[in-house]
């Protein structure tokens, strides 16, 4: 059974750095690309940052590029996300993400508050 859980949310201040882990489980973790995604209070959830199922290819989200970073280390079968310079506008809950199979799995995510 698939299972993602995602960690390391808290409460930042602007300008902050936080690393968020989401540990897997239930399946080959270095078959499959991963990515994270957010959701807002009253907003959609959107795509974040993507990696390739050994990390050589990596996509970001306009609004984070050069200030995130997406990782994994399949040994540990974990993704990160590395958030630096944070603002209030990332203020959200950070999910992860598999799409295997035509099938999505989700973790229950982790709150991040960027706040002052």
């Known amino acids: 059974q698939v299972q993602l859980v995602e960690s390391g949310g808290g409460l930042v201040q602007p300008g902050g750095s936080l690393t968020l882990s989401c540990a897997a489980s239930g399946f080959i973790f270095s078959d499959y690309t991963m990515s994270w995604y957010r959701q807002a209070p009253g907003k959609e959830r959107e795509l974040v940052a993507t990696?390739?199922?050994?990390?050589?290819?990596?996509n970001y989200a306009d609004a984070v590029k050069g200030r995130f970073t997406v990782s994994r280390d399949n040994s540990k079968n974990t993704m990160y996300l590395q958030m630096r310079n944070l603002i209030p506008g990332d203020t959200a809950v950070y999910y992860c993400?598999?799409?295997?199979?035509?099938?999505?799995?989700w973790g229950p995510g982790t709150q991040v508050t960027v706040s002052s």
């Open positions: 990696i390739s199922n050994r990390g050589i290819s990596t």
């Open positions: 993400l598999l799409r295997r199979l035509g099938q999505d799995s």
